[in-house]
């Protein structure tokens, strides 16, 4: 299956990265979405379906938050940063945290559309 979303429809609301980076980034977001969706739903998708819209959004909101997430340090471990004066703390201090956290704003991302329920 080819890409979900591509780099125009990214570009067109959002714009966290850059062209360059985009296929690696929307790659590693599909994944986080599959294992949220699981592969039964996901060998399922249809471009037709009503929930298609609302998942390529999911998708490029993920591809922003991963983006974020890396950019502030979120997920390296780091519970706070102290240096003369300055100082920086993070809620999400590992790595597994940090999943959970994705995966639990993606199923909130897909609410109503059928993709997160039990099988």
Known sequence: MAQLVDWERYHSLHDKITEKQFDRAETLAEK??????G????GNLREDAFYYEQLQDCICKVIDKMAEDADTGK???VASVSNDGYSESYVVQTEEQLRS???TSI?????GTGLVGAY
Do not use: F
């Open 32 to 37: 986080e979405v599959k294992l949220v969706v």
């Open 39 to 42: 592969w039964i739903r996901w």
């Open 75 to 77: 997920g390296k471990g």
């Open 101 to 103: 956290e994705l995966q």
């Open 107 to 111: 199923r909130a991302w897909l609410s």
